[in-house]
T-cell receptor, first 114, second 115 residues
Framework: DGGITQSPKYLFRKEGQNVTLSCEQN?????MYWYRQDPGQGLRLIYY???????QKGDIAEGYSVSREKKESFPLTVTSAQKNPTAFYLC?????????????FGQGTRLTVV | DQQVKQNSPSLSVQEGRISILNCDYT??????FLWYKKYPAEGPTFLIS?????DKNEDGRFTVFLNKSAKHLSLHIVPSQPGDSAVYFC??????????????FGTGTRLQVTL
């Protein structure tokens, strides 16, 4: 089945450690995105990528880094510079080049930093 | 600055009745609007969308209305079912974002459909 896979579903890390969240899609989508959800807030865009080897900052990119070496993969690294890393992280993808298209989401990774 | 606003954090509706979820936006460059449904600890799933050239789009029990002059959209669910209980997010996409479907989300409305 086509879809977006995020792993792991739950992740615990000690404060000060970098951690990488995985996102893989087999939908052949060009564009991929990372969002963060906090309680009582909407989804906020961290980074997005329109094509392999290219990515742009979203609204809250500070303390995060990404790479897009393959079309299928868009990993997100939460660095020690991120002040409040505990959150629910969502990866999404969409067809590139289409004016009106929805984004499809993975199941999310809940990161807890202790 | 919250560009997409869902002012009702929660809504309770009886099974079989109509659920109306509202969303307001401030950015006049938004031209495509979407509704997503989300269960706890899961990713959002796409429900229905509308482009700015329309004022209504219908898909089964779900209808989205867009009032561009008021910068307001609403999602109607008729009839409401217990399985509709979830958090609903309104999202919007501006013009000229290249090939990326960058979405700005509202804060969500938790719908509870009671028996």
């Amino acid at each position: 089945d086509g879809g977006i896979t995020q792993s792991p579903k739950y992740l615990f890390r000690k404060e000060g450690q970098n951690v990488t969240l995985s996102c893989e899609q087999n939908l052949n989508h060009d564009a991929m995105y990372w969002y963060r959800q906090d309680p009582g807030q909407g989804l906020r865009l961290i980074y997005y990528s329109q094509i392999v080897n290219d990515f742009q900052k979203g609204d809250i990119a500070e303390g995060y880094s990404v790479s897009r070496e393959k079309k299928e993969s868009f990993p997100l690294t939460v660095t020690s510079a991120q002040k409040n890393p505990t959150a629910f992280y969502l990866c999404a993808s969409s067809i590139g080049g289409a004016a009106y298209t929805e984004a499809f989401f993975g199941q999310g990774t809940r990161l807890t930093v202790v | 600055d919250q560009q997409v606003k869902q002012n009702s954090p929660s809504l309770s509706v009886q099974e079989g009745r109509i659920s109306i979820l509202n969303c307001d936006y401030t950015n006049s460059m938004f031209d495509y609007f979407l509704w997503y449904k989300k269960y706890p600890a899961e990713g959002p799933t796409f429900l229905i969308s509308i482009s700015s050239i329309k004022d209504k789009n219908e898909d089964g029990r779900f209808t989205v209305f867009l009032n561009k002059s008021a910068k307001h959209l609403s999602l109607h669910i008729v009839p409401s079912q217990p399985g509709d209980s979830a958090v609903y997010f309104c999202a919007a996409r501006p013009l000229n974002t290249g090939t990326a479907s960058k979405l700005t989300f509202g804060t969500g409305t938790r719908l509870q459909v009671t028996l």
